[in-house]
């Protein structure tokens, strides 16, 4: 893989995982029940919107896509892939990875799961952001296994 892609990637997942730990923030909110900024002497009680759950899932997959996309970034250059394979796994992880970190905010704010196409609403954009992200693992994770499977077959 090309340093230019693997430092996209890279770029991006610091970027994701950076969100995914401010949307640490609700969640840390919808624990407490209030805003409370410690040390700062400010807390004053707030109704997040959303649950616990949603959240909390919020929170992980920007962190967890974040990992992904730096972990795949930087091991690239282990990969025996053609340019296009390459620029097919950077693309699958970006959809994935924002596709993931978009839906997974916007569920807990819209306060619905996404877990099917419910007509023109929040619930079926959560979802068809989930399935995109779903294509854009699958796709990405075979050719990362195809290219690391290539790899070792050079010996």
């Known amino acids: 893989m090309k340093s230019r892609l693997q430092s996209l990637l890279i ?13 640490g923030f609700p969640f840390a909110f919808e624990i ?4 409370d900024l410690w ?23 920007g962190i967890l896509n974040g990992l992904l996309l730096m972990g795949i970034g930087v091991l690239g250059s282990h990969l ?3 340019d296009r394979a390459a620029d097919w ?11 993931n970190m ?7 704010l819209a306060q619905v799961r996404g877990l099917a196409l419910t ?15 779903v294509a854009g693992i699958f796709v990405s ?11 070792t077959r050079e010996w």
């Open 39 to 61: 040390p700062i002497p400010i807390a004053f009680d707030v109704q997040i919107p959303g649950d616990y759950r949603g959240w909390r899932m919020a929170h992980l997959e």
């Open 80 to 82: 025996r892939l053609t």
């Open 11 to 23: 770029a991006h997942g610091a970027l994701i995982f950076l969100v995914g730990m401010i949307v």
């Open 102 to 108: 978009s839906a997974s905010v916007i569920a807990p």
């Open 89 to 99: 796994i950077v693309r699958g992880l970006l959809v994935c990875g924002w596709g």
């Open 32 to 35: 407490l029940g209030r805003i």
């Open 119 to 133: 007509g023109f609403d929040w619930n079926s954009l959560v979802f068809l952001l989930f399935m995109a992200a």
């Open 141 to 151: 994770m075979g050719l990362v296994f195809r290219g690391a499977w290539a790899r």
